[in-house]
C-alpha cells in the first residue's frame, strides 16, 4: 500500500505548524491520500461528524486541552475509523495498512480504534489524553 506524499507533508504541517486541527485520510486506488483537512477552528464534534457512516477512513486530530496542574497540552490522536457497517473487503483493507500508514506520520501520540461513534466521543478522547 502505497502513502501518497501529501499525507505525510500535511501530516507535519498539523504537528509543527498547527495549520489544521484534523486530517482524514481515505485509500483510493491501493494509495493512502487526504480526503479532507479540518481548519485549526474545527470542533471535535464537527470532526467526527466529517467521518462517514458506512466507510473506513483513517484519521488525525489534534486535540488541546488543560490538565489537572493548569497546564496547556496537546496531543495528536489517531484514529482507525471501520464502522460495522462497511464493506468487509474496505476492512480488511484498512486493517491491514494501518500499521504501516501510521510508522509514515512520526508524532502520533494516542490511537484509537472506533467501530461506530460511542468508541471516538469526546469523553473517551479526553480520558485518553490525560
Known amino acids: ?3 501518497d506524499d501529501a499525507c505525510k507533508l500535511k501530516f507535519l504541517e498539523l504537528k509543527a505548524k498547527r495549520n489544521y486541527r484534523s486530517i482524514i485520510f481515505k485509500i483510493e486506488s491501493q494509495q493512502v491520500v487526504v480526503e479532507k483537512l479540518g481548519s485549526p477552528e474545527e470542533t471535535y464534534e464537527e ?4 467521518l462517514p457512516a458506512d466507510e473506513c477512513r483513517y484519521a488525525v486530530f489534534d486535540y488541546d486541552f488543560i490538565t489537572n496542574d493548569n497546564c496547556q497540552k ?3 490522536f489517531f484514529i482507525a475509523w471501520s464502522p460495522d457497517t462497511s464493506r468487509v473487503r474496505m ?3 484498512y486493517a491491514s495498512s494501518k500499521d504501516r500508514f501510521k510508522r509514515e506520520l512520526d508524532g502520533i501520540q494516542v490511537e484509537l480504534q472506533a467501530t461506530d ?4 466521543s ?3 478522547i479526553k480520558s485518553r489524553a490525560l
Open 1 to 3: 500500500m502505497a502513502v
Open 47 to 50: 470532526f467526527a461528524a466529517s
Open 74 to 76: 496537546s496531543k495528536i
Open 91 to 93: 476492512k480488511m483493507v
Open 117 to 120: 461513534p460511542s468508541e471516538m
Open 122 to 124: 469526546f469523553d473517551i
